[in-house]
């Protein structure tokens, strides 16, 4: 009889947790997966795992507190386990340094020291991001780009990305880094650019709201579809026998005003007559847009983006309708 693998997502209730649990789901695993205690006791941030939650183990645990993940990996003894919790938003002001640093850095720090004693066969995977580049000296970036992050996050990303190297190279353990950049679906954050568009699109189209307020249009990013993203993490740990760290990425850019252009026009609107442009939402400038080399990551274990940017865009203003109108049925 085969072995029914387990594995254990940190950060479980965000867009690339819950996505990863239904694809994990699919595949025959018992899925384990960390959330915070205030996040048990809002509704609003449990939405993404309700049509899942008989279906898999949620565990309260602060991720900064040594003890209680060593107790929660000698409990579950996990095969594989994905360390997706961090504090994600990124703020260029510096502001509450001391508990992203504590958040992001020791929690992978605790996390793989636990594995090492209690599990050293349980393989790894750790959620870097494309802001470990910040200020990038080339476009696109691949694996060997120099890192020159300026956000307090990215910093604490190629902390933990260290980390994770270290205990590969040190200790033989199965770590992998997946350097993303920026991917959207229906279940991104309202906090972030692509989410607050189609949501807001959604609002005019219904009647809600009469404009849309952002900082700077021309901003490019590279934009890929969360679900296709976890799919290229499970298969970092599953579809090659060496340990390495990726880029996942599309390796195509899109301005916010793209966004717009595409959100706007799956409602038959024209963006020009409801974007107001607010400079205290502008953030500072890029010589280099941050855009991913996919090559290796397609190469070694056969991963690409499919979905397009104008699909995914389309996706997101649907869904957000149809939350609205079935919030007011």
């Known amino acids: 009889m085969r072995k029914v693998k387990k594995t254990l997502i940190t950060g479980i209730n ?6 990863l649990a239904e694809l994990l789901l699919n595949k025959g695993y018992e899925v384990h997966g960390t959330i915070r205690r205030t996040a048990i006791e809002n509704v609003n941030r449990m939405v993404n795992l309700n049509h899942i939650r008989n279906k898999i183990h949620l565990h309260i645990c602060q991720l900064d507190n040594h003890l209680a993940i060593y107790k ?50 349980c393989k790894v995977y750790f959620a870097g991001s494309s802001e470990m580049f910040g200020y990038a000296l080339n476009s696109p970036q691949d694996e060997n780009e120099k890192f020159n992050p300026r956000s307090i996050y990215g910093i604490s990303k190629v902390a933990s990305y260290h980390v994770v190297k270290n205990y590969r190279e ?41 404009c849309l307020e952002l900082g700077n249009v021309n901003t490019q990013r590279d934009w890929g579809y969360a679900p296709e993203y976890v799919e290229a993490m499970w298969r970092m740990l599953n579809k090659t026998n060496k340990p390495d760290d990726y880029i996942i990425a599309t390796g195509k ?12 026009s799956s409602v038959g609107l024209k963006y020009e007559s409801y974007l107001k442009i607010n400079e205290d939402f502008y953030r500072p400038g ?9 090559e290796k990551i397609k190469n070694a274990i056969g991963w690409i983006a499919k979905k397009s940017f104008y699909e995914m865009i389309q996706e997101m203003v649907m869904n957000d309708i149809e939350i609205l109108r079935g919030r007011n049925l």
Do not use: M, W
């Open 72 to 121: 929660l990996i000698a409990q579950i003894k996990p095969d594989e386990c994905y360390h997706l919790a961090a504090a994600s938003f990124v703020s260029y002001s510096f502001e509450d340094e001391t508990s992203i640093i504590n958040s992001n850095f020791n929690s992978t720090h605790f996390l793989l020291s636990s594995i090492k004693e209690l599990v050293p066969d």
């Open 286 to 294: 890029e010589n280099i847009p941050l855009a991913g080399n996919c």
């Open 14 to 19: 965000g867009q690339d947790g819950s996505y």
């Open 170 to 210: 040190r200790f033989n353990l199965y770590t992998c880094t997946g350097i993303t950049y920026n991917h959207e679906s229906p279940r991104r954050g309202y906090a972030f650019v692509t989410r607050k568009i189609t949501s807001t699109v959604a609002k005019i189209y219904l009647g809600y709201e009469k």
């Open 253 to 264: 850019l899109h301005s916010v005003k793209d966004v717009l252009e595409v959100a706007f």
